[in-house]
């Protein structure tokens, strides 16, 4: 927490949002989509890596962005995957009220790029989940294609970049809610309405200082 503290404090006027998450164990899987939602509690065994947590920084370019992906203790010990944001649900990235991130899956031969005519359609249907949830949406973003990403490691002091795409992921994420409800059956009521291939839910740590 001393890192993490210390990291913030240095790129506190980058960060946009962001928040640790409580294990994959208290997570929640929706596949199926909305017309046939099938409910499956953590962990999930066949993931590889595991998210921790995530930030949204304001950088001016990729090198920036990598810049301050370095430096998350994170990246020590795990990765970082750095992708640009197409663009936001809330500009304001508010965070105070949101409880659970819910991150969008999809095989990769699902993925559609951002601003084409098959991501614009697919944009329509988050259309109408945005309208049902109303107030519920604290924010969140649709995420550029797999082939942008960069990931960061850092291993004796050196960093180690990868460019993407990541042709072994089995799901990729091509993007995420941040959202605010009571309780876990309701948070899952709702992201079962989220149009995509998978969903999983976990809920925000709030931990002091983060």
Same mark, same amino acid.
């Given at each position: 927490?001393?890192?993490?503290?210390?990291?913030?404090?240095?790129?506190?006027?980058?960060?946009?949002?962001?928040?640790?998450?409580?294990?994959?164990?208290?997570?929640?899987?929706?596949?199926?989509?909305?017309?046939?939602?099938?409910?499956?509690?953590?962990?999930?065994?066949?993931?590889?890596?595991?998210?921790?947590?995530?930030?949204?920084? +304001? #950088?001016?370019?990729?090198? !920036?962005?990598? =810049?301050? *992906?370095? %430096?998350?203790? @994170?990246?020590?010990?795990?990765?970082? $995957?750095?992708?640009?944001?197409?663009?936001?649900?809330?500009?304001?990235?508010?965070?105070?009220?949101?409880?659970?991130?819910?991150?969008?899956?999809?095989?990769?031969?699902?993925?559609?790029?951002?601003?084409?005519?098959?991501?614009?359609? +697919? #944009?329509?249907?988050?259309? !109408?989940?945005? =309208?049902? *949830?109303? %107030?519920?949406? @604290?924010?969140?973003?649709?995420?550029? $294609?797999?082939?942008?990403?960069?990931?960061?490691?850092?291993?004796?002091?050196?960093?180690?970049?990868?460019?993407?795409?990541?042709?072994?992921?089995?799901?990729?994420?091509?993007?995420?809610?941040?959202?605010?409800?009571?309780?876990?059956? +309701?948070?899952?009521?709702?992201?079962?309405?989220?149009?995509?291939?998978?969903?999983?839910?976990?809920?925000?740590?709030?931990?002091?200082?983060?």
């Amino acid at each position: 927490m001393a890192a993490y503290q210390s990291f913030h404090a240095k790129a506190a006027s980058a960060i946009r949002g962001g928040d640790a998450l409580l294990p994959a164990a208290t997570g929640v899987r929706i596949s199926g989509g909305p017309d046939a939602p099938t409910i499956t509690d953590g962990p999930f065994a066949e993931s590889a890596e595991v998210a921790g947590g995530y930030y949204v920084f +304001e #950088a001016e370019n990729l090198d !920036d962005a990598l =810049a301050f *992906a370095r %430096d998350i203790p @994170a990246a020590k010990y795990g990765a970082i $995957e750095v992708r640009p944001i197409f663009h936001t649900v809330d500009d304001a990235w508010s965070r105070h009220d949101a409880q659970w991130l819910a991150l969008l899956l999809e095989p990769p031969e699902g993925v559609n790029i951002p601003g084409s005519p098959e991501w614009q359609a +697919e #944009a329509g249907r988050h259309g !109408d989940f945005a =309208a049902a *949830a109303g %107030d519920q949406i @604290a924010g969140g973003g649709a995420l550029h $294609e797999p082939a942008t990403a960069t990931t960061v490691r850092v291993r004796d002091g050196e960093t180690l970049l990868t460019d993407g795409p990541f042709a072994e992921i089995a799901e990729i994420a091509t993007g995420f809610y941040l959202l605010s409800t009571a309780d876990r059956d +309701e948070v899952v009521k709702l992201a079962s309405m989220i149009p995509a291939g998978a969903v999983e839910v976990r809920q925000l740590a709030r931990v002091s200082g983060l």
